[in-house]
Antibody
Framework: QGQLVQSGAEVKKPGASVKVSCKAS????????ISWVRQAPGQGLEWMGW????????NSAQKFQGRVTLTTDTSTSTAYMQLRSLRSDDTAVYYC?????????????WGQGTTVTVSS | QSVLTQPPSVSGAPGQRVTISCTGS?????????VHWYQQLPGAAPKLLIY???NRPSGVPDRFSGSKSGTSASLAITGLQVEDEADYYC????????????FGTGTKVTVL
C-alpha cells in the first residue's frame, strides 16, 4: 500500500533555508511521483510542486518557482524539498504525498507532515 | 487564493445528506481534468476520498460519492455520521497555472 515518513520539525530564522526529507516504503518508488503540499496554521491546502521519482522531472507552482528545489534519491527511496529565503509566512506543515501515475488517481498516500516554523 | 471555490461550511444532522460544491473554470474542471476529493480530520494528514471524479479508493464507505458537470464538481455524503465531521478539499489540474495542481478553498462539515 505504501508509506511515507517525513523528517522532524524545524525552526528557522527568516532568510534561511530548510530541507525536508520524505522516505518511501512498501511500494515501487520510481513508479510514482511525489507532490509537496503545505498548510499554514488554520488555512487550507496549498500545492507546491511535483517530482517524478522515475525521471526527476519537476513542476512547481508559480508562487514557489525560483525558491523551491525538489529532488529524489532512488537508492534510498527518499524525496527532498528545499525551500530557500524563508519568510514568516512560510510557517506551515509541509506534506509529501504519493502522486499518480498520471492525474487520474489523485494523491493517495500522505506523509505525517513536517512543521516548519520561521521566526526571528 | 485558490481557483477552485468551495463553501466555507456545511452542516447536517446525523443521517442526513449533505453536498459540497467545487466551482472552477474552463482551464481546470471545465477542461475535463480529473477532480479528486480529500478528507482532513483535525490534526491529521489529508486522506484521499474520491479520485477521478467519482471513484472511491478501497476502504472508503459508499456513503461518499463524487460527480462532475461542466465547470463544477460535487461531493455528497449520505447518511451523515459524527465521524464525518472534518475539512474537505477538492483538487484538480489547471492549464493556466504552469500546468499545476490546485486545491479548493476547503469546506468544514459540521455534524449537528
Amino acid at each position: 500500500q505504501g508509506q511515507l515518513v517525513q523528517s522532524g520539525a524545524e525552526v528557522k530564522k527568516p532568510g534561511a533555508s530548510v530541507k525536508v526529507s520524505c522516505k518511501a516504503s512498501g511500494y515501487s518508488f520510481t513508479s510514482y511521483g511525489i507532490s509537496w503540499v503545505r498548510q499554514a496554521p488554520g488555512q487550507g491546502l496549498e500545492w507546491m510542486g511535483w517530482i517524478s521519482a522515475y525521471s526527476g522531472d519537476t513542476n512547481s507552482a508559480q508562487k514557489f518557482q525560483g525558491r523551491v528545489t525538489l529532488t529524489t534519491d532512488t537508492s534510498t527511496s527518499t524525496a527532498y524539498m528545499q525551500l530557500r529565503s524563508l519568510r514568516s509566512d512560510d510557517t506551515a506543515v509541509y506534506y509529501c504525498a504519493r502522486d499518480g501515475p498520471g492525474t487520474y488517481y489523485g494523491i493517495d498516500v500522505w506523509g505525517q507532515g513536517t512543521t516548519v516554523t520561521v521566526s526571528s | 487564493q485558490s481557483v477552485l471555490t468551495q463553501p466555507p461550511s456545511v452542516s447536517g444532522a446525523p443521517g442526513q445528506r449533505v453536498t459540497i460544491s467545487c466551482t472552477g473554470s474552463s482551464s481546470n474542471i471545465g477542461a475535463g481534468y480529473d477532480v479528486h476529493w480529500y478528507q482532513q480530520l483535525p490534526g491529521a494528514a489529508p486522506k484521499l476520498l474520491i479520485y477521478g471524479d467519482s471513484n472511491r479508493p478501497s476502504g472508503v464507505p459508499d456513503r461518499f460519492s463524487g460527480s462532475k458537470s461542466g465547470t463544477s464538481a460535487s461531493l455528497a455524503i449520505t447518511g451523515l455520521q459524527v465521524e464525518d465531521e472534518a475539512d474537505y478539499y477538492c483538487q484538480s489540474y489547471d492549464s493556466n497555472l504552469s500546468d499545476s495542481y490546485v486545491f479548493g478553498t476547503g469546506t468544514k462539515v459540521t455534524v449537528l
